[in-house]
């Protein structure tokens, strides 16, 4: 019934987007993912989402305590109409709730902070399963829950004075090189079938003018 | 008569400072360096050099033509006073000096910029010799002198719908992924001897009050 869906509402846009769709989606990933810890400038919120969907990751988890996450779409470009976001924001402290759920679907929960145990980000062994990596808020980091509930701790090597970069950069560079050797690594880190068919139809309703009405149409034709 | 100076400037900073110097100077390279043309946005100016210290790299190269180049010292994180900035900015195009200027010191001059001949990230050859980054203005990328002059091109694999990064995340990406490669290879990276006496000089003097009259002190007694 869905790949009939599918191919009902295709007819509603160009050839060239369901093929950039197809395109994607080949390399659309929930193996690695990212979850945001009070993240408030809306400059890094945004140029996050950007990243993310540059490198394929599909699902952004945002934690909100005390900030609220905010997107300035002149730099997210758009980006956040193709992710999962997946928001925790109804309790005073939701990061227990947001470590709980991807520990459930079976994520390492990655802290990048610095610890005894910390993994360089070269080192970190990307085919021991699927993750998540935390990142904290501008100012203080990550929150101390987190901190003592990691599975395991990421740092980037830094050789200068400064000892930290800014949060949409840190990032950047912790999801290229994680994407990048995740892709060059005989594991399954694509969406299964049923995923893939689920994310264009939701593409596809965000594309479609008036999608709704044409999805009842579709329905009541094929009852 | 260099290592006398060092000496004797070195009684009137901390020793842990000394120690950090030291530190810092054996991971610095200007095997990488960095150009950046009509950057304009101060934040991500700022980014751009933060990430410089962070990765080791002592050089950029600052060419203005129609943008001035503004830091936020906010972001930059005082690492500005740790590095070497080259200024392009006294004709109405500076990029042709710019790019004459590094190739005589031997420089590859790279651009990152879509081209038939483009190299993915990932790919380029680290080892083929020194070798300068050129990034372009947030709107409008890198100048067409830039374009038709560079030996090679970079480019970044993407994945997603967004076809661009932040420009700071562009710069952060491609420094991360070639100076960590340059680390790890046997070649030539670290400055020259002579190199690591200036700069422990230079960041002696802005660290210590009244330098000029202590170096003048120094220069008497050592007639």
Redesign the interface.
């Given at each position: 019934m869905k790949t009939e869906l599918i191919n009902y509402l295709s007819q509603f846009v160009t050839e060239n987007r369901i093929k950039?769709f197809d395109k994607?989606l080949q390399?659309?990933t929930r193996y690695v993912t990212v979850a945001l810890e009070n993240i408030y400038q809306p400059?890094n919120a945004s140029?996050v989402l950007?990243?993310?969907?540059?490198?394929?990751i599909q699902d952004i988890h945002i934690i909100e305590n005390y900030n609220a996450f905010i997107v300035d779409e002149a730099?997210a470009?758009?980006?956040s109409k193709?992710l999962t976001l997946y928001n925790y924001n109804t309790e005073e402290d939701n990061t227990p709730d947001a470590i709980k759920s991807l520990k459930n679907k079976g994520y390492r929960i990655i802290a990048t902070t610095p610890h005894t145990h910390e993994i360089e980000l070269?080192n970190f062994d990307v085919s021991k399963g699927k993750f998540v990596v935390f990142f904290g808020t501008e100012m203080h980091g990550l929150s101390d829950h987190i901190k003592q509930n990691a599975d395991e701790y990421l740092k980037?090597?830094?050789?200068?004075?400064?000892e930290?970069?800014?949060i949409?950069?840190s990032v950047?560079?912790v999801l290229?090189?994680l994407s990048?050797k995740m892709r060059n690594l005989s594991i399954n880190w694509q969406l299964e079938e049923e995923e893939i068919a689920n994310l264009k139809i939701e593409w596809l309703k965000k594309t479609i003018k008036k999608s709704d009405s044409i999805i009842k149409k579709f329905q009541k034709e094929n009852q």
């Open positions: 950039q994607v390399n659309r400059h140029a950007r990243t993310c969907d540059c490198f394929g730099i470009m758009g980006s193709w070269e980037i090597p830094m050789f200068g004075f400064t930290s970069f800014n949409s950069v950047a560079l290229h090189h990048h």
